[in-house]
């Protein structure tokens, strides 16, 4: 029984240790997007390489939910960040 309670204990730690790693993730994408649309002074070259990084961290976001973008969601998750 103490150790069913202490793996829960670390499932839910490990779950909120996720959930803030995506929120930052997907404050970064934010942040860069702004920084796309703001800033009219953006050379073609350097949009491109703001862009680039975007699709890199929202790739790397989903991979860590559990979902390949190439072959959709990875075997044993549920595309929501919970694999076996």
Known sequence: ?????????V???TNIILVSC???KNMEIDN???TIQQEKLLTDREK???????????????WEKGVDSKYGI???CDGKGNCN
Not at 1 to 9: E, H
Not at 48 to 62: A, F, H, P, R
């Open 22 to 24: 995506l929120i930052g």
């Open 32 to 34: 860069l997007k702004e």
């Open 1 to 9: 029984m103490d150790k069913a309670i202490i793996l829960i204990g």
């Open 74 to 76: 990875k075997p044993g």
């Open 48 to 62: 491109l390489i703001l862009e680039k990084e975007i699709v890199q961290l929202e790739q790397q976001s989903l």
């Open 11 to 13: 499932l839910i730690a």
